[in-house]
């Protein structure tokens, strides 16, 4: 079973950046592929990016390219999503979720962080 | 980009009703079609899984079907905790993934 914790809600200025955790417990972080979405109040959801274990790779949305990095720390077991260049139309709340590579869906999702930017 | 779309985008019905949201995807893909439900403040809920796999704990009332473009997620017998919002996604191109606008279902 596999337990996600993110860090807690931040509210940030327009042009400023935001650096979200989730922290891994049940398995190891190189064991799954995490992924990234998010959702803006009263909105859908909406991919940003996520680890794609055939190439080794990270791969983003095109919309955040450039503005977006995700890491992990391994010996830590979390992850990290940074979005940069905060806009209001980045307040959202943002998940991890590990993309399971068999199945090709999202099985677990951390609780979520609330962005908000405003000035 | 693979556009995904569903309908309807809100729903009212009774408790014991049964329910058919449908999602349709701009190219074929397959099988590669998930369902998730979502209630306010909580993350998604994974229910169906390639289109017509049930999840592991989610009751039976719930099916998926289709492939190729077009999808259904059926709800068999309403019940009150079933109220909430349900969206699809599709995995067959990762590049990006992308999720249908939402289907919210609301008590008549």
């Known amino acids: 079973q596999v337990q996600l914790v993110q860090s807690g809600a931040e509210v940030k200025k327009p042009g400023a950046s935001v650096k979200v955790s989730c922290k891994v417990s049940?398995?190891?972080?190189?064991?799954?592929?995490m992924h990234w979405v998010r959702q803006a109040p009263g909105k859908g959801l909406e991919w940003m990016g996520g680890f794609d274990p055939e190439d080794g790779e990270t791969i983003y949305a095109q919309k955040f390219q450039g503005r977006v990095t995700m890491t992990e720390d391994t010996s830590t077991d979390t992850a990290y999503m940074e979005l940069s260049s905060l806009r209001s139309e980045d307040t959202a709340v943002y998940y991890c979720a590990p993309f399971d590579s068999s199945g090709y869906y999202f099985d677990y999702w951390g609780q979520g962080t609330l962005v908000t930017v405003s000035s | 980009d693979i556009q995904m779309t569903q309908s309807p985008s809100s729903l009212s019905a009774s408790v014991g009703d049964r329910v058919t949201i449908t999602c349709r995807a701009s190219?074929?893909?397959?099988?590669?079609l998930n369902w998730y439900q979502q209630k306010p403040g909580k993350a998604p809920k994974l229910l169906i899984y390639?289109?017509?796999s049930l999840q592991s704990g989610v009751p039976s009332r719930f099916s998926g079907s289709g492939s190729g473009t077009d999808f259904t997620l059926t709800i068999s017998s309403l019940q009150p905790e079933d109220f909430a919002t349900y969206y699809c996604q599709q995995s067959y191109s990762t590049l990006p993934i992308t999720f249908g606008q939402g289907t919210r279902l609301e008590i008549k």
């Open positions: 049940g398995y190891t972080l190189t064991e799954l592929s």
């Open positions: 390639a289109a017509s």
């Open positions: 190219q074929s893909i397959s099988s590669y």
